[in-house]
């Protein structure tokens, strides 16, 4: 047989054309298909073929040429010599070979596509392509007659082949890289789009519409972790038909969510009918065919809070598809991330607004310079001023900055305080109203100002008047009858004989009166001192003397109920300047309460004694005592210790008018005393009241 004429003119010229394809075609297939085409002639072939492996070794790309005919999805039909034929052959040992007869070959297989001549004895030559040491594909190139071919032949098909490796490697990186591209320009617009709101629902859409555009699936399902109940909780859907409605609730230990939920890794079920490792729960959508999920965690600051599941993708996942749900689902972490804070930053702001609308008292914000910037509901009904009249006036025009209290430029608000003042504010019509103010400094969105807390106190002053009223009424109309009666009694004492046996009847009804008469004027001084005034009269007295009058008037009570009385007094005479009659009915009511919370015949210590100027009277007793929760409030108005066990009868006023009356004169009040152990009552006032 004729050696084939080829010359390395030809040869060479081939390999120019076929670099000129490689550099202006990017498309594989047509790279293949020309290649091919272009070789088939220079190498003598009847037909060829090349397949494209990717880094599995499995074949992904394919061109065949029979009798100068394309074929058709060759992929398929190159898969059995891959498998067992000659290509296999090469690409196991990545080494070329020349078969001089192909039935003498056992590495040859038969193949469909070259129909009648099959049977027939051919030769054939067959390459790796091999580019960076990586293997790309094979090619082989087959003549109907055996022993057609020579080394120089394989020495050509080993070029092309070298070549047609390169131009595959770079149509392969092409590809890759525009996969990359398409993959980052989708989670660029992903990107664009979640972070483009603030609003919860909006943003999980937006996701839910990204993923589903992005991998084209069936549904997209998105749940977030519910920390308290520990489950993930479907908070939205996607899909026609969706597998899964909103709300549904799955524990961490049920289905990929609560998988993925749980371990913070991607999964990727390809095949859900083959899968035995998740449990996927059943509990779906009856007319929902499910076939393969892809979901990944939602992360946001290290933490899982939820899980995006794509479900059902057009033909399978890619990884691609893998790489844009993994994207998707960590620009999802922080986009749900700020949303919610959002959201709550939101509530807070509402909230805070509703309590400032809705609140009872008049709310002022405003500047360092007294500018009205908000006022609430209450303060523009009461003012009658409109929010727009308000936010262009200053604090003072409402007649509420009182300049002593505030001082120069607020500065007595400087360091924080709050002050509390009244004042008459004064609306945009009629009379100024009475007003307690509160003001501090607070911050609100990072601007410091001052908060203005007013309160009507227009029927607290009425209830006061009113009480004043009921003070002067009772001091005119109950006083003097009351002295009238004592008077009286005094002349009944004097004109009736004793032997009528009148004097001891009067004598109580005196002691009565008398009793009346203190519970008067301590009500009235208790009101007075309460108001701030001063005490009335000073006068000076020897304290022996007030001292011996305030225990007699509780002895007759004490002798009756056999109470032991003792009294120490210094033995020189002290002088007291005081208002006497107040510091008479404290020690009364001191005297009159240890015999009131004592069993009768106990002992009761009455002392008197002076140090560093000051007159100390203590009087203990033998009672019941105090404990000392209620030490704490007996010398406030109107509290009673223990007042269901006790069956004492009184006001509660007693202490808190005795403290009043002693701190006036600059004086202190106190209690020593245990509960069951009798208590020690003593008040210490300076000799001399300063007035
Ligand atoms: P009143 O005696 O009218 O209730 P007070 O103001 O005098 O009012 O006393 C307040 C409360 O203090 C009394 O109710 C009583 O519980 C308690 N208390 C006062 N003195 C004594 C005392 N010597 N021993 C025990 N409890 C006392």
Not at 37 to 44: A, C, F, N, Y
Not at 379 to 386: G, H
Not at 463 to 479: A, G, K, V
């Amino acid at each position: 047989m004729d050696l084939p004429t080829r010359d390395a003119y030809n040869s060479l010229n081939l390999l120019i054309d076929i670099s000129r394809e490689l550099v202006s075609a990017l498309d594989l297939a047509t790279v293949l298909q020309r290649v091919l085409s272009r070789s088939l002639e220079i190498v003598e072939a009847n037909s060829a073929s090349i397949i494209i492996l990717n880094e599995h070794e499995e074949p992904v790309d394919a061109a065949i040429i029979v009798n100068g005919e394309v074929h058709e999805g060759s992929v398929e039909r190159l898969k059995s010599t891959l498998d067992s034929g000659l290509a296999g052959w090469v690409v196991q040992h990545r080494q070329s070979v020349l078969v001089n007869d192909t039935s003498k070959d056992p590495r040859w297989t038969q193949r469909g596509y070259e129909g009648e001549y099959q049977e027939e004895a051919k030769s054939s030559l067959c390459a790796p392509l091999i580019a960076r040491d990586q293997l790309v594909g094979v090619i082989t190139f087959t003549h109907y007659t055996p022993d057609h071919y020579d080394q120089s032949h394989m020495e050509l098909v080993e070029a092309i082949a070298a070549w047609s490796a390169i131009a595959a490697l770079n149509a392969q990186l092409y590809e890759a890289s525009q996969r990359r591209a398409d993959v980052m320009s989708t989670l660029a617009e992903t990107a664009a789009a979640v972070t483009s709101t603030l609003d919860f629902d909006e943003v999980l859409n937006r996701i839910l519409e990204q993923t589903s555009q992005a991998l084209e699936v069936e549904a997209v399902l998105l749940g977030l972790v519910d920390k308290k109940s520990n489950e993930v909780v479907l908070q939205a859907v996607w899909g026609e038909d969706p597998p899964r409605e909103e709300g549904h609730r799955l524990n961490m230990d049920q289905g990929v969510a609560g998988w993925v939920a749980k371990h913070g890794q991607t999964v990727i079920i390809p095949d859900v009918s083959q899968d035995k490792y998740y449990s996927i729960d059943q509990n779906l959508n009856k007319n929902f065919e499910l076939r393969a999920i892809a979901a990944s965690p939602i992360k946001a600051e290290g933490q899982v809070v939820g899980v995006l599941q794509a479900v059902n993708p057009r033909t399978e996942f890619s990884s691609d598809d893998i790489l844009l749900l993994n994207g998707i689902s960590s620009l999802a972490g922080t986009a749900i991330q700020h949303a919610r804070l959002f959201n709550e930053i939101q509530l807070a702001h509402t909230r805070y607004r509703q309590l400032f609308e809705d609140n009872i008292d008049l709310i002022f914000l405003s500047d360092w310079e007294g500018r009205i910037l908000e006022a609430n509901r209450e303060a523009i009904e009461f003012s009658l001023f409109s929010r727009e009249e308000l936010r262009s006036m200053r604090m003072y025009h409402l007649g509420i900055v009182d300049w002593n209290e505030v001082g120069i430029n607020f500065e007595a608000l400087n360091s924080g305080d709050r002050l509390t003042y009244e004042a008459a504010f004064q609306p945009k019509f009629g009379a100024t109203r009475p007003v307690v103010v509160h003001v501090h400094q607070v911050t609100i969105e990072d601007q410091s100002g001052l908060q203005w807390i007013v309160r009507d106190i227009t029927e607290l002053k009425k209830l006061e008047r009113m009480r004043e009223d009921l003070t002067s009424m009772i001091y005119h109309d109950l006083r003097s009858p009351l002295a009238n009666v004592v008077s009286g009694l005094d002349l009944i004492k004097s004109m009736v004989p004793e032997e009528y046996g009148v004097g001891s009847v009067a004598s109580i009804a005196e002691r009565s009166v008398n009793r009346v008469q203190r519970l008067v004027s301590s009500l009235l001084d208790t009101s007075r001192l309460q108001s701030g005034q001063k005490i009335l009269n000073p006068t000076p007295v020897i304290v022996q003397i007030i001292v011996s009058e305030a225990v007699e008037t509780v002895k007759p009570v004490a002798e009756a109920s056999n109470f032991v009385l003792k009294v120490t007094m210094p033995e020189e005479p002290v002088t007291l300047i005081a208002d006497v009659d107040m510091i008479r009915r404290v020690m009364i009511n001191i005297l009159e309460n240890a015999l009131k919370y004592s069993s009768q015949g106990r002992r009761i210590d009455v002392d008197a004694r002076v140090e560093n100027e000051m007159l100390y009277f203590s009087v203990k007793d033998e009672g019941r005592g105090i404990s000392e929760q209620d030490q704490k409030i007996i010398f406030e108005r109107y509290m009673r210790a223990d007042l269901t066990a006790s069956k004492a009868k009184g006001l509660g006023l007693g202490l808190a008018f005795s403290k009043l009356a002693v701190e006036s004169h600059g004086g202190e009040i106190w209690v020593e005393s245990e509960l069951g152990q009798g208590s020690v009552f003593t008040f210490k006032i300076p000799l001399v009241t300063e007035t």
